[in-house]
């Protein structure tokens, strides 16, 4: 099980994720699998060895809204408790808990500061 409040997963939500792909591929060695995510653009795992070490996420070429760049998530042992903490002190849920089968259960976070930050309840390995 993930420590709470550890950083737990990265991924790169990026507009080229073949760019993505060849760049960290030739200066970090990733080797990447695609992962079954139900009809969007393949979510690319990224790997060292067997180890899953980051995701690379295509945005759609239509979401103008949405910034290319890493977006970190961190393992929280209760997410629902997680929420109402965060509510209590001055933050916003900006996306409701969902679940992704086999990952976890996430939700994404503005702190009291407004920087975003996703917090996910790992799925038991």
Known sequence: MATN????WNELMTRDAEAAKKFYGATLGWTFEPMEGGGGPTYWVAKVGD???AGIYTI????ADTGEGWFA???VND???A????TSEGGEVVREPWD????G???IVNDNAGNTLGWMTPAEQ
Do not use: K, N, Q, W
């Open 73 to 75: 998530y961190v393992a």
């Open 51 to 53: 180890e899953s070490v």
């Open 100 to 103: 992704v089968p086999g990952v």
């Open 83 to 86: 929420l109402a903490r965060a």
């Open 60 to 63: 759609d070429a239509d979401d």
């Open 105 to 107: 259960r996430i939700a």
């Open 5 to 8: 409040g550890s950083f737990y």
């Open 79 to 81: 997410l629902s408790t």
